[in-house]
């Protein structure tokens, strides 16, 4: 089993940045691919970027490519989401997620554990 708790999330203005914490305990992120998502009120849960197990590739949404970095720290078992240029459609809860699978996965279906999401709010 393993488990996920984000932190990092918070209000803040268009045009800032903001980084995301995900330790994962239970596991080593050393052999867990991990992903972030976001569900907006009312919408659906979307992909936001994922990482493989050594970090050597990542995947992005076209929405945030270019303004959102994922990193992960194995020593760590730490995964970070570095988001810059902030914009109000970003706001969302963000979850982050892990998957024993060594791909990047762009379905929540695709991941085995889950955490309990952090609220990310950017005001105009």
């Known amino acids: 089993q393993v488990a996920l708790v984000e932190s990092g999330g918070g209000l803040v203005q268009a045009g800032a940045s903001l980084r995301l914490s995900c330790a994962a305990s239970?596991?080593?992120?050393?052999?867990?691919?991990m992903g972030w998502f976001r569900q907006a009120p009312g919408k659906a849960r979307e992909f936001v970027a994922a990482?493989?197990?050594?970090?050597?590739?990542?995947s992005y949404a076209d929405s945030v490519k270019g303004r959102f970095t994922i990193s992960k720290d194995n020593a760590k078992s730490t995964v970070y989401l570095q988001m810059s240029s902030l914009k109000p459609e970003d706001t969302a809860i963000y979850y982050c997620?892990?998957?024993?699978?060594?791909?990047?996965?762009?379905?929540?279906?695709?991941?085995?554990?889950w955490g309990q999401g952090t609220q990310v709010t950017v005001s105009s």
């Open positions: 997620a892990a998957r024993r699978v060594n791909a990047a996965g762009y379905r929540a279906r695709e991941y085995d554990y």
């Open positions: 239970g596991r080593a992120v050393s052999s867990l691919a």
């Open positions: 990482i493989t197990w050594s970090g050597g590739s990542t």
